[in-house]
């Protein structure tokens, strides 16, 4: 039976693309890049490179491009990097990475709700908009709900009413599920993660304004990225990381839809066999396309996705980032799903175009699931 992995929103599987070119880094450039001799520095070159090739795709010309190795690292360089004090406001929903480092900082915080759908109540944002907001930090994409996050307005109203703040975007979810602004968008530092877009774990990105401050490193040592991230460069990982967002990009160029089109093609499929309430934003120009989170009623999520791995058929439950993906969720709560659904939520996840008959086989595989527990 051939397997069907569709957990993409807790990692992609490492694309072609980004094998061939960490072989080859690993092969040609496995050098120190601070070494001085010639191996050193085609490594460094191969790292230069990669560093416009990401920023280019990102259309990030008006930002510096740290390397990291988490997302969770580029968010804190992001939050605690800017703001150790004063008064910071956080998304309701955002990944643990940034609700915990907002919280590990010593000035006080205030919870940014989130409507039913997940996306930020505007008017309640404005109301906490002032001359002391320091730091703010907003998801572009959730990776639970896969709701897409007003921010356009958000930073628009953030510059009136609080033009002290720093405003932080995590980009993980975003990067390589559409076609990126980061210069348009003006946000003040990002966040992307290569192990979200078809690149290998252990590499990830965080971007800052060249006319900007810089962060405070989070660790210090031998200087590396601009003092800003100490330690020796994933030459490797990095390299992967270019061509996988590359290779991304060359996809949503040439049918910028395909997403979209394979998430309400899959959607069709399984509310025509199954009983599900969709969760995030009805509207599909309003949530990612690589994202269907759903209550699958009367289901219990733990044993149903066990059941449908005898399928061949791999899908997330929540979100796998809180450890061991067994903790509550908080974005769950935050939505204000009752309780005793909470349980039932699962999200399938995916990067690729899906076939008719793909779309076919998942829904006809949870409906024979959803048939096992009833029976
Ligand atoms: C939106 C979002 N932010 C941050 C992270 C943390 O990234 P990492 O696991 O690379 O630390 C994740 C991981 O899933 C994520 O989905």
Known sequence: ???????????TPPSAEALAAFNAAATDCYANPGSLHQAGADAARLIEKSRRKISNLLNASNYQLVFTATGTESNHLGIRGYAQDGRALVGAIEHPSSLNSVEARAGDSAVLPVTADGRIDVERYQALLSDDVKLISVQWVNNELGCIQPLRQLIQLARQLAPRAHFHVDAIQAAGKFVLHFDQLGADSYAVAAHKFGGIRGCAGFFY??????????????????????????????AAMAAALEQRQGMLLENSNFLHDSRQKLLKAITEQCDIELLGPQ?????????????????????????????????????????????????????GLKEEMRNSVLRISFSDSLSDALALRIATAMALTAAFFKD
Do not use: W
Request: aromatic share 6%; net charge negative; charged share 20%.
């Open 209 to 238: 304004k060249k006319d900007g401050r810089a962060p405070e490193p989070t660790f210090v040592g031998g200087g590396h990225e601009l003092g800003i991230r100490s330690g020796t460069e994933n030459t490797m990982g990095i």
């Open 283 to 335: 509207d599909e120009t309003l949530t990612s396309g690589s994202i269907i989170s759903f209550v699958m009623k009367g289901m219990r999520a733990e044993p149903f996705l066990h059941q449908l791995e005898t399928h061949g058929i791999y899908i997330g439950s929540g979100s796998a980032c809180n450890a061991h993906g067994h903790s509550e969720s908080a974005t769950l709560a935050a939505i």
């Open 1 to 11: 039976m051939d397997k069907l992995y569709l957990d993409h929103a807790a990692a």
